[in-house]
């Protein structure tokens, strides 16, 4: 079983910068594929990025790529978004997500490869 926890939203101007935390307890932290996903009313929840540590891998959404950084920090099992150069399109709600067990590395940016997530934090940009 495995908890998580976001943090970090907030408002802010475009152009600002915000950085999301995700706390993982409970499982092998160290065996896990993490991801952020974030979603507005009456969409679907899309993949932003990714984390696969044991693989070296970091896949970005196209929309996203250069402005948003994902990163691990093993000794607070701790998962972070930082998000740099924010636009109003990034507003919503940000998912922090998490898989203990092997899978296949094309699916890391799909919805249905997780099966933990959290509760999610509001990021709202203002023009």
């Known amino acids: 079983q495995v908890q998580l926890v976001e943090s970090g939203g907030g408002s802010v101007q475009a152009g600002g910068s915000l950085r999301l935390s995700c706390v993982v307890s409970?499982?092998?932290?160290?065996?896990?594929?993490m991801a952020w996903f974030r979603q507005v009313p009456g969409k679907e929840r899309e993949g932003v990025a990714a984390?696969?540590?044991?693989?070296?891998?970091?896949p970005y959404a196209h929309t996203v790529k250069g402005r948003f950084t994902i990163s691990q920090d093993n000794t607070k099992h701790t998962v972070y978004l930082q998000m740099n150069s924010l636009k109003p399109e990034d507003t919503a709600m940000y998912y922090c997500?998490?898989?203990?067990?092997?899978?296949?590395?094309?699916?890391?940016?799909?919805?249905?490869?997780?099966?933990?997530w959290g509760q999610g934090t509001q990021v709202t940009v203002s023009s």
């Open positions: 984390i696969y540590p044991s693989g070296g891998l970091t």
């Open positions: 997500a998490a898989r203990s067990s092997n899978g296949l590395l094309f699916k890391m940016l799909d919805r249905d490869f997780y099966n933990y």
């Open positions: 409970g499982d092998d932290y160290s065996s896990q594929f």
